[in-house]
């Protein structure tokens, strides 16, 4: 993920900025969810209002404070001329003389609370800058915090901006530091109580709850970002890895959301694997890469069925994945939602069968209608020819804008095409119009390329006149032509379920049999529409209802991370080697390397290995190594190139937003220091 830079110089104040682009873009903080306060869904409760604060408290507990001093310029562009006159405005009236952080906040923070207006509809100039906040002195929330966290910064002090949601509706905050501990402070609710200034956590959480923190992410050691979306959340990831495998931890802090970030055009992800404890995905999906998304059966929140994202209970497709090549989609019978125009905008996907027993959707010729089938829901993205039921009531939505049809087949008993129905249709040739249909539209074909169109029905028709009538070619075609033609498309269509090695010897035999007594009635010479409707409707029936023979569970995939990892496993396996040497070393060091070496051997022979039974089994071999004693001596070896010191109890501190890997010369530096303080600690 590739970040802008921007040098921002303001006289004392000299830095680069890093603009985040992994998080839920500022302007956005609107939209952010009123259950989240509540932590509830579909009735049941989930994480608190003071879970997430605290997670969020205890995130960026992990990171460095000095990382926060800065002003964000994504948040608002703040000039070195803007700058430098609001700093001496603070240092010369609102915190003068004033040595104290916490009493520094403080006082800026009543500056605020006392100067600032809540902007009304009824005001101009209102702020989100922070100088046209401080110069105009008019803001919204939003104003209020840009205004309050720069003012911070320009003081020494580091701030964050926090959008989420209160009992009063969407909102922006701040999270301070200041006395050694990080806490939440809304310069906007000051006015009305002095002590939002530091509630303290249950007293803030019961108004507030943090969705969002801005600029505010770190990379993990296998290349994921982690930020605060809804709870510790993946942002994206550095290394252009086509799967992303959610973590299940970062020091100790569960992570469980994936930010809409994950999505975004410039990621080339392919493969989503959640954790059983992901509790948030943003489905808003603009992914044009991904090809699945896996959920371990254990997951409360989700499921997954053939890489397709669905709540735990079915109930609702959330993620139908862009670039999954499957041309035919099965919707379980529990679904009653999904997104009727966003979900299927998958290119491959041309045909979608409804389960028997849902009790909302009904599918004919691979298309989804509610369940009376009087209304077309979805055409996939796929369908090149579709033949709509008689029983349906046209609108402008369905077919709207399906530029890959090529022809469509009306069926009797539809009345009318209203205005715009076939609106962007603009691969479409041929169109059969029944005499059932009374009134086409004078716009009807708005956005269709009349002159490469060909209007089939019967003479004296509506079709023919509004053919007549504008120029378009018409043919004259008894429905009976028509009715045939589709069954006989349809049989060779059932012949491709033919299949026992895919499909159980029941379901197979039932379609063969409606394959039979179809190829029977459409050979018949007197044969009627209303044979053909039946051995259209039992063809439908058993394509549906094929059932797939259970395979052996797949073997999972082993993602890039664990490949690495059992790379640098085996690595440091043959350097330890070097040490097994009884004549060197003592006996109860060189025992303890062997146990360690065999314990490696046994995680690496392992099929379904983990991350972390690898990273447990590297740091195992690791202190071995370490502990190494040579015969009459206290001396340690030397380390072995390529090994990796065993994990250390302070957390990882990268800088904030920083999705750069670290150079070779910090990397070392790290190490080395780990080393010394492992070896300092061995020696006490």
């Known amino acids: 993920m590739k970040r802008k830079k921007i040098w921002i110089k303001l ?41 997430y604060n605290k997670v969020a408290l205890d995130f960026i507990s992990l990171l460095k404070p000095e990382d926060f001093k800065t002003w964000d ?15 001496t405005f603070l240092e010369t009236t609102v915190i003068k003389d004033e040595k104290d952080d916490y009493q520094k906040a403080k006082k800026i923070y009543e500056w605020i609370t006392k100067n600032i207006k809540y902007a009304t509809l009824q005001d101009q100039n209102i702020g989100l800058r922070p100088y046209d906040v401080f110069k105009y002195k008019v803001a919204v929330c939003g104003g209020y915090s840009n205004l309050y966290k720069a003012m911070l910064n320009l003081a020494g002090i580091p701030a964050i901006l926090v959008t989420g949601d209160t009992t009063a509706g969407a909102h922006a905050w701040n ?29 803030f959480s019961k108004s507030h709850t943090s969705v969002d923190l801005y600029g505010v992410s770190v990379t993990d050691k296998n290349g994921i970002i982690l930020g605060f979306h809804k709870g510790l959340a993946v942002m994206g990831e550095t290394g252009g890895a086509k799967t992303i495998t959610v973590p299940e931890k970062f020091n100790d802090l569960d992570v469980i959301s994936v930010a809409q970030s994950v999505f975004e055009e410039k990621s080339a992800v392919e493969h989503l694997v959640l954790t059983e404890k992901v509790s948030n995905v943003e489905t808003q999906v603009h992914s044009k890469t991904l090809k699945s998304v896996t959920v371990p059966e254990e997951s409360q929140y989700y499921a997954s069925k053939d890489g397709v994202l669905f709540t735990k209970d079915l109930s609702k497709i959330l993620i139908y994945p862009y670039q999954k090549e499957e041309t035919s989609f099965v919707m379980p019978k529990e679904v009653t939602m999904y997104d009727e125009k966003e979900t299927f905008q998958n290119p491959y996907l041309s045909e979608i069968l409804v389960e028997e027993g849902n009790e909302k959707f009904s599918s004919y010729d691979g298309v989804i209608y509610n369940a009376e089938k009087t209304r077309l829901l979805t055409v996939p993205e796929g369908k090149q ?26 069926e009797d008993g539809v009345k009318a095409i209203p205005p715009y129905a076939l609106n962007g249709c603009s691969g479409l040739t041929k169109i059969y119009i029944p005499k059932s249909v009374g009134e086409i539209s004078e716009d009807a074909f708005f956005g269709v390329n009349m002159s490469g169109l060909t209007i089939l029905g019967e003479k004296e028709s509506a079709a023919e006149k509004f053919a007549n009538a504008h120029g378009i070619r018409f043919v004259d075609v008894k429905e009976i032509e028509i009715k045939l033609e589709e069954t006989k498309e349809l049989i060779q269509k059932a012949k491709e379920y033919d299949d026992t090695s895919v499909y159980t010897d029941e379901s197979v035999e039932t379609l063969r049999k409606a394959i039979e007594e179809a190829e029977n009635i459409a050979a018949q010479s007197d044969v009627t529409v209303e044979q053909l409707n039946k051995a259209i409707e039992n063809l439908n029936t058993a394509i549906t209802n094929m059932e797939k023979r259970k395979e052996e569970p ?31 070393y003592t006996e109860d060091s060189v025992q303890a390397l062997r146990s360690a070496m065999k314990n490696m051997e046994n995680v690496l022979n392992q099929e379904d290995v983990t991350l972390d039974r690898l990273e447990k089994a590297i740091d195992s071999l690791n202190d071995a190594v370490l502990g190494m004693k040579k015969k009459g001596e206290v001396e340690k070896p030397e380390k072995p190139n390529g090994q990796i010191p065993p994990k250390q109890e302070k957390p990882e501190t990268p800088k904030t937003a920083d999705t750069s890997a670290p150079g070779a010369a910090g990397v070392g530096m790290m190490l080395s220091a780990a080393l010394i303080t492992l070896l300092q600690r061995k020696k006490k």
């Open 11 to 51: 006289g004392v104040l000299v830095s680069i900025v890093s603009i985040s682009v992994s998080g839920v873009p500022y302007r956005q903080q609107v939209e952010a969810k009123s259950g989240y306060v509540q932590a509830k869904e579909n009735g049941k409760e989930r994480i608190s209002a003071e879970e």
């Open 73 to 87: 310029q994504s948040l608002g562009v703040m000039t070195e001329k803007e700058a430098e006159e609001i700093k």
């Open 175 to 203: 999270i301070v530091y200041a006395d050694g501990k990080w806490f939440f402070s809304d310069s906007t609710w000051g006015s009305a109580d002095a002590q939002n200034f530091d509630y303290g956590l249950e007293m």
């Open 385 to 410: 020819k579709i033949y709509v039921a008689g029983t349906v009531e046209l609108d402008n939505i369905a077919l709207n804008g399906k530029s890959n049809l090529k022809e469509i087949v009306l």
């Open 554 to 584: 797949e073997k999972p995939d082993i993602s890039e991370a664990i490949i690495a990892k059992k790379k640098e496993a085996k690595e440091l396996l043959e350097k330890a080697k070097k040490y097994d040497n009884v004549f060197v």
